[in-house]
């Protein structure tokens, strides 16, 4: 139980260790960007003429996808990590019901508290991997929604960064959750409905 402890809490420090590192990467990763778009000058990928059915039924393939990679990860992850976050938990109850030593108690909270986090993260980054395999295996969500002749058509380079980006929306959508779909599609929908209402208005 004490090396547990000890790896909880030593994540903790490690990780904001390295959050100065994600952000350099997130800075680098803006400039490349930016230069790819000054130097290669992609052209504008125009929008397929979907109704609101087909993007509402799209979304609800990426909900349901992303259900059962909810699910898949809650077994990896309890068949994997289970075990050591029962015993953290079990370990914080006792301290925190018999425990007289404040500084004992509050290190098992803190240790179970830093766990959970840790666990959370390694949670999201299999989800993640899930999603990416799931999407660069054919299932995306931004191409359905462009003009395929004009998809068809784009230069090899524009095409495969297309693709790029969609492989990542996709798979990080996927990974995230599917609370994060439902938000989406709500919006979505919301959108919708005052934009027929100011229609409705103008022609009125």
Do not use: C
Not at 24 to 50: C, D, E, G, Y
Not at 56 to 76: D, H, N, Y
Request: glycine share 6%; net charge neutral.
């Amino acid at each position: 139980m004490e090396v547990s402890l000890q790896t909880s809490l030593g994540f903790w420090e490690r990780f904001k260790s390295r959050v100065t590192d994600w952000r350099r990467m997130s800075v680098v990763s803006t400039v490349v960007v930016m230069l790819l778009v000054l130097f290669l000058v992609p052209q504008i990928t125009p929008f397929w003429q979907f109704t609101v059915t087909e993007v509402v039924e799209l979304l609800m393939m990426l909900f349901l996808v992303s259900l059962f990679v909810e699910r898949a990860v809650e077994v990896i992850m309890g068949a994997w990590r289970g075990r050591e976050k029962q015993e953290l938990e079990a370990e914080a109850g006792i301290q925190r019901r018999f425990s007289t030593d404040g500084k004992v108690k509050e290190d098992a909270e803190r240790a179970y508290e830093v766990y959970k986090a840790e666990f959370r993260v390694f949670s999201l980054l299999v989800a993640l991997f899930i999603g990416l395999m799931i999407s660069a295996l054919g299932f995306r969500v931004l191409q359905p929604l462009v003009d395929p002749i004009a998809h068809r058509n784009l230069p090899g380079w524009h095409k495969a960064l297309f693709t790029s980006a969609d492989t990542f929306v996709t798979g990080a959508m996927i990974g995230g959750g599917s609370e994060g779909i439902h938000r989406v599609l709500d919006a979505f929908l919301l959108q919708f409905d005052r934009w027929r209402k100011y229609t409705k208005e103008k022609i009125g």
